[in-house]
């Protein structure tokens, strides 16, 4: 097996248009966009070749570094990562791919599995916790997947289309501007404060790449009484779509836009061939989880896995210890090593 890194930019998009489970989170985009909005980040990304000439690529973010000691991410914001390929991989192949990450100067490893890839390309080694993505298969015939959502779904789409909501994709900034807008207000409406989330300045690298590349990502946007009162993110890729980040303001919530929006995405979606819209995970909120189930989602149970440097567990128990003796005990012993800082 041949490792490659860094790797070569043709080469990671020609196997991720070839891979049948590769979402965007896996494309060099993603990638391009983290390094682009976020200086501090660097593309670590790793290609494998088999002797049979089948590739692989595992992108890794590296998202902050003490001394020699790297931390990494598959990938940017703890979206879906793992192991793509243009051809089978063995689970023999898959984990010496992972072997190039779990080495003794990579203080932590993190990734989310991806809810579509085959089992044998996922690496559970390090496996801490799951998450719930909800996905809906869709078919060309949208009427057929329209009848096996809830009928509570279905009669908040009719009553919203009735009391007005409109979507459409966002065309210029001040689509962009707006939808922060009722981005901020959801916020405050959650009980966050004003330093939560992401910034103005986020989406307008994210508006900037849309303009240049609109095949793979879209801002649909809600519209009430021509007004655009919210939206959702969606990033588009192979056979994938991703709802990846939406908002709406306290009276579009009152008129079902979200509904609306989610069937609406969901139907162009199936028109254009595309087999699955993914709802994303729900950070286990019941409500939000059932909300998605009531589009007849099917529920992909995904790994959470990290990876820490050996070298470090001594370093780590002993600053766990720390932290459990009285304040002014600690104060006098608490170490202030770098290694400490790689893993906090």
């Not at 998450?131 to 009848?147: G, Y």
Request: charged share 25%; glycine share 6%; net charge positive.
């Amino acid at each position: 097996m041949q490792i490659i890194q860094p790797v070569d930019q043709q080469l990671w998009w020609e196997v991720a248009h070839a891979c049948p489970y590769a979402t965007f989170f896996h494309t060099p985009r993603w990638t391009e966009l983290a390094c682009r909005v976020n200086s501090t980040v660097l593309d670590r990304t790793i290609a494998a070749i088999l002797p049979n000439g089948v590739r692989a690529v595992l992108p890794l973010l590296e998202i902050r570094r003490h001394g020699p000691f790297a931390a990494l991410m598959s990938t940017f914001e703890g979206c879906y990562g793992g192991i793509i390929a243009d051809g089978p991989l063995s689970r023999r192949d898959v984990t010496r791919i992972y072997r190039q990450a779990y080495r003794w100067n990579i203080s932590n490893f993190y990734y989310l599995a991806n809810p579509i890839a085959p089992p044998e390309t996922i690496d559970t080694t390090y496996r801490f916790g799951d998450e719930i993505a909800h996905v809906l298969h869709l078919e060309r015939d949208f009427e057929t997947i329209f009848n096996r959502f809830d009928k509570s779904t279905r009669t908040n789409y009719r009553r919203g289309l009735r009391e007005g909501v409109r979507i459409r994709r966002a065309a210029s900034p001040d689509d962009y501007a707006a939808y922060y807008r009722a981005y901020r207000d959801a916020v405050r409406r959650w009980g966050e404060d004003d330093n939560y989330g992401y910034s103005w300045e986020f989406f307008t690298h994210v508006f900037a790449f849309e303009q240049r590349y609109p095949a793979e990502m879209a801002l649909w946007v809600v519209e009430l009484d021509g007004a655009v009162v919210g939206g959702t993110l969606a990033f588009y890729w192979n056979q994938h779509i991703t709802a990846w980040h939406g908002a709406v303001t306290r009276e579009a919530l009152k008129r079902r836009a979200m509904v609306v929006l989610d069937i609406e995405i969901a139907r162009d979606a199936a028109a254009r061939g595309f087999r699955y819209y993914d709802l994303n995970t729900s950070a286990g909120i019941a409500g939000v989880m059932q909300y998605k189930r009531n589009f007849a989602t099917t529920d992909h149970v995904i790994a959470r896995c990290c990876y820490r440097s050996p070298l470090l567990k001594p370093v780590i128990a002993l600053r766990n210890q720390l932290r459990r003796r009285p304040p002014d005990t600690e104060r006098e012993l608490a170490p202030s090593s770098s290694m400490l800082a790689a893993d906090s």
